[in-house]
Structures are given as C-alpha cells and as structure tokens.
C-alpha cells in the first residue's frame, strides 16, 4: 500500500499520531542543515490559504505562492537540492533573476538543483489540496527526494492539508502542529494574552454572530463610557481583511432603554476592511467562526510594529526581528508593506513581551517562524505604550523581506541594538511592499519589469549590499501589482531607493500605456505605500 493509500486509510486521530512520530525527526534534520551534504534538500510548498482566494484570482493566489522564491538563494549551498511547487508554471525569466541573485553561485549550477513541480491548477483553492488531490504527482516529488532523512517540508502556512502533504512524502514539516492553530486566531491570542500578563486592548472574544457582538459592545462601553470606536474581527482573518470597524460617537448619550437599538443599527453599519464583503457574508462567517471585538486604541500618535520570532526544532526561542508595518484600507488596517527595522524609540518595548509570548508557544510545542503584531501608541508626554493585538502562527508579509536581506548579506538583528548588522559591521535597513499597486502597471509585461531593472539600475548591488529585489513579479501585467523589497544603508537611502524604483515603474508604465491604453478595472487604485518619512508611511496610506 502506498503512502496515499496508507493515509486515506486512517482517520483524522491516526494521522495526528502519525505526524507526532514524523515530527521527531525534525531536530536532527535541522542539525544536520549547514554540513554540505550531499543528499540534503527541501520541499517548498507556499500554499495559500483558500480564504485570500476568490473565483477568478487563481493568477494573484499565484503570485503569492512565488512571494516565497526568496529561498532559492538557499541553493547558494553548492550541494543543496530544492523541490519548489506551484499552482502554475513559473515563468523562466522570473527564476532567471532570482538565480542571478545568488552570491557566489553559478546559476547554471543552481538551477540544476532546482526542481520546479507545476500543479497545472490555477482554481481559487489551496496549492496543498491541489497536490493531496494528485497522488501520482506526489509521488514523483517524493521520487525527487535524495534522502528523506535530510530533507524537510517548508510550508507557508500549517493546517491538516500541509500535515497530510508530509505525511505523504515522508518528511517532517518546519512549521506547529495544526492542532495548536488556535492559538494564532483572534480568540486564541487574545487569551494567550491575557494568561501570559501582556497588555492588549479591552475586548471580548469568542463572539458568535452579530447579538453577541452588540452585548459584548454593551459591557464594554459600560466599562470604558467614553468609548468611540470598536473593530470586531474575524477570527481566522488575514492581513486585516476580517476585521470591521464600529463607529460608537454619540451613543453613551442615548437614554439607557435605548442604547440596545442603537448598537445594533451601529454593528450593522460597520465599516468592512474588505471593501467587496457584504454585511450578511461577514455576518454568517462571524457566525460560523466567531470572532472579537475590541477598542481601537487611540493617542498622540499610533503605529504598528511588529515582532518576528521562531521556535527551533530543540524548543529554543529566537527574536529574529522588528518591523514597522505600513497599513492602508478603509480604516487602516489592512496589511500593505513594512520598514525594517522597527524605530528603536519602542523596539525594545515590544520586544519583551513577544518573547514572553515566544516562550510561551515553545512550552505549548509551536514550531518555527511567528510574529506578534502591536500597536503603540505615545502620549502628549511623548512616552509609548505597547498593546499586543495579534498573533500570526505562520510566515507572513515580513518573512520575505527579511529572509531576502538575510540571505543576501548574512547579517542578523541585534536586538540589543535594535540593528541589522552584515558580518563586517555594516547597518542595514529595507522598506518593503506586496502592494506597489496601481491599474496603470497593467501596461507592463513581465519582460518590461526586467527592463527597467537592467537599464534603469533597479538591481541589488551585491558589492554595496543595497539595491532593489521584486517579488510577486507574475501579477504585473494581470493584476497592475509587484511586490519588491528596497535594502539601503540607513532608513533614508532604503526609502529613497523604494520611492525611486515606485516612480520610475510607475512613469514606465504611464509611458507604456499611452502606446496602449487599458481599461481601468473595476475598483481599481493605486495601493503603493509611498512617502519619504515614515509617519507619513503610516498615516496616509
């Protein structure tokens, strides 16, 4: 019987036992990582959650799966093979550049270590559904596999399809066990939260449907009268797009009998973050799946950071970086783009209580990469206040930037310092977006992009360890969207160099559109983060 086979044979409780014991093998797979051996290899599966994917976007669900080609610089390790997969063929020349990235490698060289898999499915569903539903192709990725010893799973995220997916080929996964995904929903965290001693907002959580929504509202505003806004969000919602805002000016004013009614009519006007869900779709997904609500915290000024931490196969816990996130949307809070790192003024403040948190997710058994996202928010005395407010159990829109400069630098973050250092001592800083975002970069064509790279010097200099590198490069003629990372020596050449590449793209395709004009698509604007000082990153995006 075949491991298809084998597994469709065992019920969901047999197949969490299962992966326990394949589990165990991590560590010593990890360990072994870094010795050059010659049979070593992963297996990069970037599947998207199906709740980002809607009937018509498989080409974007796409471009979300190559966000992850930044490891392809892990074949700069001459005896390193990679399995890569996904939905659709890539492109050749987008592999081109990610190879011609690698310092000191023969792309030749790597790309012969390079197995591309195309699924040949561009349908709005996860890439690992795609693959369990393929057993035959499955077992020629397996086939691929040198060693099953020395080789392991990288997923994007981790539920029951990616712990079938590695169960399947036989390989231990580097993410937690889906069973601990609670922990990363909006109820989870906040629970988390409250039980390691961080402060995060007033709220309720496991909230199920509109009427618990608004009892919840109650009890807060009874709390806390002068309350003004609230956000209910969902609780597997990403990137912001669960979450909903609710206007509460006005309302401790009207009489007691009355207040009922008029938190209703205000749930029921809420503000979506997602600007194509219907109330009632929300609603039932609220209802399905439940969700939060809490205050928005309010002050002199606000932000966003967040910290990006790992647990390692052995159980120990890594702070591997800060950010500032760049949020945009209806009501600001839809995940866009960061700067990195996080403004020292409260990298510290944040950084303590994630590790408390990390420590934590270490002792319930979480594995590999997470971030814990805040607010701050300092006051007329000019003094900051951390608030916790999610917990992302998966790699996320900071992964890729940082894991790109990582790769291209082998520099780490000194979290004492609050500063990315290279090996010899030079400070590094990015700004990061998946959202250079506009209907008039419809009028490039992949080819186009590579161009403007060649001829207009939009490249990563690895003699200076600054430069430009996009990712999310298939959306461009489709979608009017790219993603890139811009790496500068101070917070200032790295936003210099983000602005400049956004510009001359942007006149490119102005140029490029005037000798074949486009339709603008429905609901289409530009979402580029942009702006040379960072407050006005985060303020007018």
Known sequence: MNESNLLAALDDEARFHRFEDLQLRMPA???????????????VVPSVPPVRLTPGSGSLGQAYEERFLFLLLLLRQPKMRMIYVTSTTIDPSIIEYYLALLPGVIPSHARRRLHLISVGDLSPRALSEKLLARPKLIAEIAALIPNRAHSHLIPYSTTRLERDLALTLGIPMYGSDPRLAWLGSKTGCRRLFGEV?????????????????????????????GLRQVIVKLNEGVSGSGNALVELDGVADVPPLDRRVEIEDRVRAMRMEDPEAGFDAYSARLASDGGIVE????GEEILSPSVQLRVLPAGTVELLSTHDQLLGGASGQSYLGCVFPADPAYAELISEPAMAIGERLAAEGVLGRFAVDFVVVRDAAGDWSAYAIELNLRKGGTTHPFLTLQFLTDGRYNAAEGRFLTPSGDEKHLVATDHLE???LRSLSIGDLFDAVALQGLHYDHSRQTGIVFHMISSITEHGRVGMTAVGDTAEEAMELYEGARRILLDDARAAGRAAPLPEPAGANDQAPRGPRRTDLHRGL
């Open 29 to 43: 797979v990890w360990d072994a990582m870094g010795h050059d051996l010659d049979d070593e290899s992963v297996v």
């Open 197 to 225: 001693g961080v402060p995060h907002p007033l709220g309720a959580e496991d909230l199920h449907g509109i009427d618990e929504v608004a009892t919840a509202i109650e009890s807060l505003m009874e709390q806390r009268p």
């Open 438 to 440: 506009s209907p008039e």
């Open 295 to 298: 205050e928005r915290i309010v």
